[in-house]
C-alpha cells in the first residue's frame, strides 16, 4: 500500500536529460511523488540547442495515456511540449473528463529560440486546452504568443493575465522571469491576486526551469494543497534548483534536483 501521490506528465524528451519529461519525473521524484509519463515528442537535444524533433502519433499519446488512468489513475497530471495542434486537441479531448487538476505549461519556444510548437497549434491551445487548466504557467513569450501582448512590467502582466483568464483556466500563472530585477511570478484566479517574488540568482544554467515549476505544481495539486500553495511551494522548489543549476555541456546547463 503505497501513500505516494500519482503524477502524470504529457511532455516531450529532452535527450540531454534537462528539460521535458526528464526534467518533469526528477522533479516527482524529488518531491515524492510516483510520477508517470506520456511522451508526445521526442528531441534531439542538449546544452546548446534542439537539433531534433520528432512527434509520435496520436495513436501513441492515446494508448499510453489510457494504460496509465484506466490502471493506475492520476491525482494530477501536468502538460508541457505538444508539438501540433492534433496533438493539442488529442490531449485536449482525453483531459476534457479527467478528475483530476491540470496544469497546463503551454511550452512554445525553448531558450535557445527553437520552436517546440507550431505556429497553427496556438488556437488549439487557446480553445482547447486553457480551458482544461486548473492552472496555466505561461513565459512571457508564450503570454505574447497567446494573447499578442509584449509585457514589459508588473501592470502588462496583471493585463496579460486577464485576457488568458478569458480563455476559461480557473488560475493564471504569469511567469515574470524573463524581466529585468527581481524574478517576479504574477497568480491569479481573477478575484485573488498572489504577486509571488524571489531574488535573482544569477545563474545561466536554468535549461529545465519551467517543466520543474508546472511538475511542482502539480505534485501539490496532487497532495491536495490549494493552488495558491502549491504554487508557493513549486516557486521556493524552483527557485532553490535554478540557484543549484550546474555546467553541462558547452551551452546552458540544467536546473539541479539533488540539492
Ligand atoms: N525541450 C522540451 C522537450 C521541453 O518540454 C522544454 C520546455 O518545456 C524545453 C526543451 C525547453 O526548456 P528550456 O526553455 O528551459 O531550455
Excluded at 496583471?158 to 497568480?187: I, S
Amino acid at each position: 500500500m503505497t501513500a505516494l501521490p500519482r503524477v502524470l506528465t504529457i511532455a516531450g524528451s529532452d535527450s540531454g536529460g534537462g528539460a521535458g519529461i526528464q526534467a518533469d519525473l526528477k522533479t516527482m521524484l524529488a518531491l515524492g511523488a510516483h510520477g508517470m509519463s506520456v511522451l508526445t515528442a521526442v528531441t534531439a537535444q542538449n546544452s546548446v540547442g534542439v537539433q531534433g524533433a520528432w512527434e509520435l502519433p496520436v495513436e501513441a499519446v492515446r494508448a499510453q495515456y489510457r494504460s496509465v488512468v484506466d490502471d493506475i489513475g492520476v491525482q494530477a497530471v501536468k502538460t508541457g511540449m505538444l508539438g501540433s495542434s492534433a496533438l493539442v486537441t488529442a490531449v485536449a479531448e482525453l483531459l476534457s473528463d479527467v478528475a483530476a487538476p491540470v496544469v497546463v505549461d503551454p511550452v512554445s519556444v525553448s531558450k535557445h529560440g527553437d520552436r517546440l510548437l507550431a505556429d497553427d497549434a496556438l488556437d488549439a491551445v487557446r480553445t482547447r486546452l486553457l480551458p482544461l487548466a486548473t492552472v496555466a504557467t505561461p513565459n512571457l513569450d508564450e503570454v505574447a504568443q497567446l494573447t499578442g501582448i509584449a509585457v514589459n512590467d508588473e501592470s502588462g502582466m496583471r493585463r496579460a493575465a486577464a485576457h488568458l483568464l478569458a480563455y476559461g483556466p480557473r488560475w493564471v500563472l504569469v511567469k515574470g522571469g524573463h524581466l529585468p530585477g527581481e524574478a517576479v511570478d504574477l497568480l491569479t484566479d481573477g478575484s485573488a491576486e498572489h504577486w509571488l517574488r524571489a531574488p535573482r540568482h544569477d545563474n545561466r544554467h536554468t535549461h529545465g526551469t519551467g517543466c520543474t515549476l508546472a511538475s511542482a505544481v502539480a505534485v501539490g495539486l496532487a497532495r491536495g494543497l490549494p493552488v495558491p500553495d502549491a504554487v508557493r511551494e513549486a516557486k521556493d522548489y524552483v527557485t532553490a534548483a535554478i540557484a543549484a543549476g550546474f555546467a553541462l555541456g558547452a551551452g546552458i546547463g540544467p536546473v539541479d534536483h539533488g540539492w
